[in-house]
């Protein structure tokens, strides 16, 4: 691949800083100030996630850790349970682990190079580049989704964009970097472009300060570039939950840090439980089975309900918790637990 084609470099990033200043974005609640705290924390929530549903989970998070002692100085739980519905949770306990490094390590200041952001749990390459962009103009290169989508459309770039064509994509992304002064609007206009003109699908070529320029709107292959992977069928698991209620309370179980959901609380999974608990002759209503998608596989969900007079105790059982139907919601439970516990109330 060559390292530039179809526009100098000045000419790339001059365009995507102009168009950034007149017509990006402007009013996100993380922009318009050099402090590295709210920056990191919408970075790493914008990861994998849309602009719309981060703003509410942002503003919440500084509200309750305004700085990052405090959210260092927090249960992992209580983070957790604050994350919850955002998805992806290893992001929220790295999160929590990589406050605590800056506390402890680094005097509640974050490092103010990308190199030394990349050290830090959770932060990688180009989440570093684009907090040290902002918050210290460093010259550096960022490479995420969007960013991948706009060079490999602009500039044709054929293959899937990981192993040695991502390599060539870093080397392209380094090349075209501006000045110093100009990183922040350019790395903003970056993500700009790529969230709101070069979409995914049916990208809006018009309005692109690129168009010009882009090879692949000049060959029609909008549709075609980024290469995509080779469509592969997601593998599907099964897991029984249990919905264990007096009609008052509920149990919900802790689940392993690794895993799914690690760390949140659920719902009890399989009926080995039962037993364990003197239950295993209740009955069970078998609730409308559902779907949660993850990335890289389908969870098929059967509801089971048990209705108890009285909870059974339940020492011994490690990570068990017992709640009020109407604090269960609120404490912090995964997308399909919350849904479910809706439907209970």
């Known amino acids: 691949?060559?390292?530039?084609?179809?526009?100098?470099?000045?000419?790339?990033?001059?365009?995507?800083?102009?168009?950034?200043?007149?017509?990006?974005?402007?009013?996100?609640?993380?922009?318009?100030?050099?402090?590295?705290?709210?920056?990191?924390?919408?970075?790493?929530?914008?990861?994998?996630?849309?602009?719309?549903?981060?703003?509410?989970?942002?503003?919440?998070?500084?509200?309750?850790?305004?700085?990052?002692?405090?959210?260092?100085?927090?249960?992992?739980?209580?983070?957790?349970?604050?994350?919850?519905?955002?998805?992806?949770?290893?992001?929220?306990?790295?999160?929590?682990?990589?406050?605590?490094?800056?506390?402890?390590?680094?005097?509640?200041?974050?490092?103010?190079?990308?190199?030394?952001?990349?050290?830090?749990?959770?932060?990688?390459?180009?989440?570093?580049?684009?907090?040290?962009?902002?918050?210290?103009?460093?010259?550096?290169?960022?490479?995420?989704?969007?960013?991948?989508?706009?060079?490999?459309?602009?500039?044709?770039?054929?293959?899937?964009?990981?192993?040695?064509?991502?390599?060539?994509?870093?080397?392209?992304?380094?090349?075209?970097?501006?000045?110093?002064?100009?990183?922040?609007?350019?790395?903003?206009?970056?993500?700009?472009?790529?969230?709101?003109?070069?979409l995914r699908r049916n990208p809006r070529c018009g309005p692109c300060p690129l168009a010009a320029t882009c090879l692949a709107r000049a060959q029609g292959r909008q549709d075609s570039l980024p290469t995509p992977k080779a469509a592969r069928a997601q593998p599907r698991r099964q897991a029984v939950f249990l919905l264990l209620t007096d009609g008052r309370e509920i149990l919900l179980q802790r689940r392993p840090s690794a895993g799914i959901w690690g760390g949140l609380l659920a719902l009890p999974e399989g009926l080995d439980l039962l037993p364990r608990l003197g239950l295993a002759d209740r009955e069970l209503l078998p609730l409308a089975p559902r779907e949660h998608v993850f990335t890289h596989f389908r969870l098929e969900i059967q509801p089971l309900l048990c209705r108890v007079e009285h909870l059974p105790a339940f020492a011994g059982e490690p990570g068990l918790v017992r709640l009020p139907l109407e604090e269960a919601r609120q404490a912090g439970v995964p997308a399909p637990v919350a849904r479910l516990l809706d439907e209970l109330a």
């Not at 490999?152 to 994509?169: I, T």
């Not at 110093?180 to 709101?196: H, R, W």
Request: proline share 6%; charged share 15%.
């Open 1 to 198: 691949m060559d390292a530039i084609t179809g526009a100098s470099a000045p000419s790339f990033s001059a365009r995507v800083v102009a168009w950034q200043r007149q017509a990006g974005r402007h009013d996100l609640p993380w922009q318009g100030g050099r402090d590295p705290y709210p920056i990191w924390l919408s970075e790493i929530m914008l990861q994998q996630t849309q602009v719309s549903t981060v703003l509410g989970y942002f503003q919440r998070f500084l509200e309750r850790f305004p700085h990052v002692a405090s959210l260092a100085a927090a249960p992992q739980e209580e983070v957790l349970a604050l994350w919850a519905g955002l998805g992806y949770y290893a992001r929220a306990r790295n999160l929590h682990a990589c406050a605590i490094r800056v506390v402890q390590e680094h005097g509640g200041r974050f490092p103010d190079t990308a190199a030394g952001l990349a050290a830090l749990p959770g932060i990688g390459r180009s989440t570093a580049a684009a907090i040290a962009a902002f918050a210290y103009g460093e010259r550096a290169a960022i490479l995420d989704g969007n960013v991948k989508r706009v060079l490999c459309r602009h500039f044709a770039v054929e293959g899937v964009p990981v192993g040695a064509v991502e390599k060539s994509l870093w080397s392209l992304a380094e090349t075209l970097l501006p000045a110093s002064p100009e990183m922040g609007a350019y790395t903003q206009g970056l993500m700009d472009l790529g969230a709101t003109l070069c």
